[in-house]
């Protein structure tokens, strides 16, 4: 594509997404397409997390090579920081919405067949925006704990931050661990429950197969709790240092 026309793509997209965002079915729409784009984030982020277990060099060398271009990693940070403000801003107004079309009478009561993880779908989502808030000042910007700033290795002849010593010190602290693993369970949470709605947002739910879809949503959330708490409990129990 000729970057010449890319301020006009841009526009076009952004009148695309103006549009989607003035009906309820648009921004169910837009919230599900974001919701699975953070989705397939969380498995990346995890598999790139347990390369932690392969060693220092290995995890170092990985964290070098996804800055390798400053421009790239910034605008994939900023595109992941608008999917979620677009998945929160479509489920609060979206939540707002339906409070107002019920009854009165009906206010207080849950729909037949809801799920724990489908009542507390706002609270979570909103927690785990301030956990990922917390976990972007520790290890992203590296403000909670500035020395990490400091921590720099070489790998291959490559400079680097050092974050194998910076996890590894950041999940020693107790109160960090539990947080991030509190997170994690509420993020999974949130999730089991997504991977449905999703399918249900772009109308693909049929009653044969909502079971099915359900328990997918849950098994999903299972392995990727595992496989995010696994590095805080290993460093906790010192099976890693």
């Not at 009906?106 to 009542?119: E, F, H, M, N």
């Not at 680097?160 to 509420?186: C, E, K, N, Q, T």
């Not at 098994?219 to 129990?237: N, R």
């Amino acid at each position: 594509m000729n970057l010449q026309n890319f301020p006009r793509v841009l526009r076009k997209l952004m009148n695309v997404l103006v549009n989607l965002l003035r009906s309820s079915l648009g921004r169910k729409l837009v919230m599900g397409a974001t919701g699975a784009g953070l989705f397939g984030f969380v498995i990346v982020h995890m598999l790139g997390n347990l390369q932690i277990f392969a060693g220092a060099e290995t995890l170092n060398q990985y964290a070098i090579l996804l800055r390798t271009s400053e421009e790239l990693l910034w605008g994939f940070r900023l595109a992941l920081l608008g999917m979620v403000a677009l998945h929160l801003y479509c489920a609060i107004t979206l939540t707002i919405d339906n409070r107002r079309a019920r009854p009165a009478g009906y206010a207080d009561k849950q729909p037949l067949g809801a799920t724990i993880a489908s009542r507390t779908m706002m609270i979570s989502g909103v927690i785990v925006a301030a956990f990922i808030v917390f976990h972007i000042l520790h290890f992203t910007t590296r403000d909670i704990f500035t020395d990490y700033q400091s921590w720099k290795t070489m790998v291959h002849g490559r400079e680097g931050h050092d974050v194998y010593r910076m996890v590894i010190h950041g999940f020693s602290i107790p109160w960090v661990s539990v947080a991030y693993i509190v997170g994690v369970g509420l993020l999974c949470v949130h999730l089991s429950h997504g991977v449905q709605s999703f399918f249900q947002s772009l109308g693909l739910v049929s009653p044969g197969y909502q079971s099915i879809i359900r328990a997918a949503g849950i098994v999903a959330a299972i392995i990727i709790f595992v496989g995010m708490a696994l590095v805080p409990v290993s460093v906790l129990l010192k099976w890693i240092s």
